[in-house]
């Protein structure tokens, strides 16, 4: 059975497969605590699963700390 979205997809939307979870884990903690899905159909879903759809869908984005330079 395949998973959607697909872990190929969600990782163009990344840089790595580590920084996909820390991501998703984030984002499902703040769906735990109450913030509204970003994506419809959400209702019955698990919240990394909508985590997971938001990010694939390009709803969540982050930024690489590593990559801005002080100024």
């Known amino acids: 059975m395949m998973s959607y979205p697909s872990i190929d997809s969600l990782v163009k939307k990344v840089d790595n497969k580590y920084?996909?979870?820390t991501l998703a884990a984030m984002r499902a903690r703040e769906l735990n605590d109450g913030a509204a899905p970003l994506v419809e159909g959400a209702e019955g879903k698990k919240t990394v699963s909508i985590a997971l759809q938001e990010i694939d869908d390009g709803k969540i984005t982050y930024a690489d700390?590593?990559?801005?330079?002080?100024?």
């Not at 700390?65 to 100024?71: G, L, P």
């Open 19 to 21: 920084t996909l979870v």
């Open 65 to 71: 700390a590593s990559r801005i330079r002080n100024r």
